[in-house]
Nanobody, 114 residues
Framework: QVHFVESGGGLVQPGGSLRLSCAAS????????MAWYRQAPGKQRELVAS????????YYDDSVKGRFTISRDNAKNMVTLQMSSLNPEDTAVYHC???????WGQGTQVTVSS
């Protein structure tokens, strides 16, 4: 069964940066699209960013465009999310997953607060 382990979250001040990592239990080289999602308290989980297998086709939610960068390393079975210019609205639990799949891991908590 595939699962993902997310890491890299933490408490950061507004304007700060974090780099999230996701380690897959399987090879991701044949997975068409990998994605990062987030779920803020009291809100539904939302798609933040995704990256295609070629590593050069991306999607970003409007709320993170220009601030977040998603990347994948198919050889290492890793997906990363570089986040900058963080603001309190980015506070959430972040999960990575295959786009469209619904088996969720624990995620990693990101808290943006002064």
């Amino acid at each position: 069964q595939v699962h993902f382990v997310e890491s890299g979250g933490g408490l950061v001040q507004p304007g700060g940066s974090l780099r999230l990592s996701c380690a897959a239990s399987i090879s991701i080289s044949d997975i068409a699209v990998m994605a990062w999602y987030r779920q803020a308290p009291g809100k539904q989980r939302e798609l933040v960013a995704s990256v295609a297998r070629d590593g050069n086709t991306y999607y970003y939610d409007d709320s993170v465009k220009g601030r977040f960068t998603i990347s994948r390393d198919n050889a290492k079975n890793m997906v990363t999310l570089q986040m900058s210019s963080l603001n309190p609205e980015d506070t959430a639990v972040y999960h990575c997953n295959i786009l469209g799949f619904t088996n969720w891991g624990q995620g990693t908590q990101v808290t943006v607060s002064s």
